[in-house]
């Protein structure tokens, strides 16, 4: 059985989207206000057009993640699905305060979390998320589950051949580079028990949206304590 899916990260002011190409293609995560139109550039320079997208998945409705599902929504007419408990960020184009879970976090909250930057265009969205969600219908062999901590409503990706898309459950250390806590966290030790729980049914690679994939055995080694 062929297992290949194809995972292509698009960089967009500070922030990893991704095109999932399988027998579909979906989009996870849009980036801030405005980079929709590099999203879809970077679907047709690797053979893909615009219409071939048929869900955006939000991993959460931080500005950075959810900014341009809005717009692409309406170029593309794309669904847009977000867990039910991030579903009101999204409605209101609001994310809402950013907790540190360290210096580095506080330090870089003064300026990501002020007002002009962490609001973005509102939309209803087409699916709201519970447990589970499965991506068959679009064409994509995966699902997309919960895991909160970060924010109430984070998801991740689950793709049939072991790999994982996870948003901003997991950082790179600023020191080292190695798998870490989010800078912020609603609730750093459910971010933790998601981690785990991530961890144990992955064993490809991890996709996140502020640096390079890491291996699963890189992140269950960083977070060797919770296993």
Request: glycine letters at 10%; charged letters at 25%; a negative charge.
């Amino acid at each position: 059985m062929d297992l290949s899916i194809d995972i292509v990260p698009v960089s967009v002011k500070m922030i990893n989207a991704f095109i999932i190409r399988d027998e579909g293609t979906i989009l996870v995560d849009s980036g801030y206000p405005g980079s929709e139109d590099a999203i879809l550039e970077k679907l047709r320079e690797i053979g893909g057009s615009p219409e071939d997208i048929r869900l955006i998945v939000l991993t959460h409705g931080h500005a950075d993640h959810a900014g341009s599902a809005a717009a692409l929504r309406e170029k593309i007419g794309a669904k847009v699905a977000v867990h039910r408990l991030d579903a009101e960020k999204v409605r209101e184009g609001r994310q809402g305060k950013l907790h540190p879970t360290g210096i580095t976090g506080r330090i870089l909250g003064l300026f990501l979390g002020r007002e002009a930057i962490s609001r973005y265009p509102a939309l209803e969205p087409d699916i709201l998320i519970d447990e589970c969600l499965e991506l068959e219908e679009f064409g994509v062999r995966g699902r997309v589950i919960h895991t909160p901590g970060h924010s109430p409503g984070c998801v991740s990706v689950l793709l049939k051949n072991g790999d994982a898309i996870t948003g901003d459950l997991i950082f790179p250390s600023i020191l080292s580079g190695k798998p870490s806590l989010p800078f912020w966290a609603d609730d750093p030790a459910e971010a933790q028990r998601s981690i785990k729980k991530l961890i144990d049914i992955t064993t490809g690679k991890i996709y996140i949206a502020h640096w390079k994939p890491f291996s699963s055995a890189e992140v269950k080694k960083s977070f060797s304590s919770l296993f």
